[in-house]
Structures are given as structure tokens and as C-alpha cells.
């Protein structure tokens, strides 16, 4: 029974470079949700997919956060350009939730991320 | 905008004690409210509460929430050193299944 897998489980990246950070969700769940946790912070929404379909990005801080849900399944969150203040755990999560029902999110390990 | 405010941020009690953890908040168009353990790695689910007054109960731990108050409470009883964790709240809100709206979360502390 697997859960969210998440990978890598820890990137450092100079400050300029390009990251992208991958996640699968359980097998089935509709949804699929982005979040960025801060230390010492809760997670922070980033964006939704249902399906292939990116339904909301208004967490996304800036363009150059990028993500993509292609087949459905499998999602990358992309960031361009990494900053000091992209170093974060980034946390992703999926649900069964197709809008009709509630249900609960379930997250995977995160990645963390280090710009230095 | 919205928000979710947990108090206390940190608790430090012995093994054996009894906790309220409490959650705040204020949103648009509430679904549900969640909460979650963290320890040092993936937020593992625990309640979602969507109705008022019915108390949710796994084991030592419980949650009830007032709509009308807006606020939720946790209880541990019992505790023991392995529920230390950081206790995150977390509401759905939204016309589709939005992201959830976190709180900043309580870092519990059970000492021996």
C-alpha cells in the first residue's frame, strides 16, 4: 500500500538553478495539491490539480514557479531561477476528492529544498 | 482572507497529562476542518470534522468543532512521550476542493 512518494528527499541548488521536484500520488486520488512549508511554519497552498487540470495556482509566489500534472498521475513542480527564499520543504498531497465529496488529503515526505 | 489560528504555540506537559490543543478560524465558505501530526517529516491525517458538535475519536485522541464559535478543539488524553509532534489545523474552504489553509501549528512536548 504505498502512499505520496516524493523525490529527491533533499536538493541543494546555487542560487540561479533550476530545480524540479516530483511527486506520485497514491494511485486513484484525484486530486493533487502543492505546499510550501517554511521552518516553524505550517504548509502554505500552492496549487490544486484535479485530474490533468491545474484548477488553482494562486499560491504559486512568482513565475517562476511552474507545475504540470500531464497524465494525470505523476506531477512536477518546477522553479526557475531558485532564490535563498525558495528554501522551503515542499509538500505534496493527494486526495480522493473530486469537488462532489470531501476527503481527506494525504501528504508525502516533502522535499527539501536548500539554495544557497 | 483566509485564516487559521492555533493556540498554544508550544506546550511542554508530563507523560500522563491531559492536552487541549484549540484551533481558530475565519474563512469563506467552510467545508471542513482537519488535523494533522507532524513529526519532522509528512503531516499524517488524523481527524476531518464537518459538522458541529459531533465529537471524532481515535484511541486517546478526540476533536469536536463549533461552527458557530469557529473554532475546534483536540484533546489528548493519556499522553504519552510518543505524541510529542507538532499538531497542525488545517480548513477547506472554497466552491471545489481547494487547498487547505494551515495554522502555524502547537509543538507539543510530552516529558517522562
Known amino acids: 500500500g504505498a502512499g505520496v512518494s516524493q523525490s529527491p528527499r533533499y536538493k541543494v541548488a546555487k542560487r540561479g538553478q533550476d530545480v524540479a521536484l516530483r511527486c506520485d500520488p497514491i494511485s486513484g486520488h484525484v486530486s493533487l495539491f502543492w505546499y510550501q512549508q517554511a521552518l516553524g511554519q505550517g504548509p502554505e497552498f500552492l496549487t490544486y490539480f484535479q485530474n490533468e487540470a491545474q484548477l488553482d495556482k494562486s499560491g504559486l509566489p512568482s513565475d517562476r514557479f511552474f507545475a504540470e500534472r500531464p497524465e494525470g498521475s505523476v506531477s512536477t513542480l518546477k522553479i526557475q531561477r531558485t532564490q535563498q527564499e525558495d528554501s522551503a520543504v515542499y509538500l505534496c498531497?493527494?486526495?480522493?476528492?473530486?469537488?462532489?465529496?470531501?476527503?481527506?488529503?494525504?501528504f508525502g515526505p516533502g522535499t527539501r529544498l536548500t539554495v544557497t | 482572507e483566509d485564516k487559521v489560528v492555533q493556540s498554544p504555540l508550544s506546550l511542554v506537559v508530563h507523560e500522563g497529562d491531559t492536552v487541549t490543543l484549540n484551533c481558530s478560524y475565519e474563512v469563506t465558505n467552510f467545508r471542513s476542518l482537519l488535523w494533522y501530526k507532524q513529526e519532522k517529516k509528512a503531516p499524517t491525517f488524523l481527524f476531518m470534522l464537518?459538522?458541529?458538535?459531533i465529537e471524532k475519536k481515535s484511541g486517546r485522541l478526540s476533536s469536536i468543532l463549533d461552527k458557530k464559535e469557529l473554532f475546534s478543539i483536540l484533546n489528548i488524553t493519556a499522553t504519552q512521550t510518543g505524541d510529542s509532534a507538532v499538531y497542525l489545523c488545517a480548513v477547506s474552504s472554497g466552491g471545489g476542493a481547494d487547498g487547505l489553509t494551515f495554522g502555524k501549528g502547537t509543538h507539543l512536548i510530552i516529558q517522562p
Open positions: 464537518t459538522s458541529s458538535g
Open positions: 498531497a493527494s486526495s480522493l476528492d473530486n469537488g462532489a465529496y470531501l476527503y481527506e488529503q494525504y
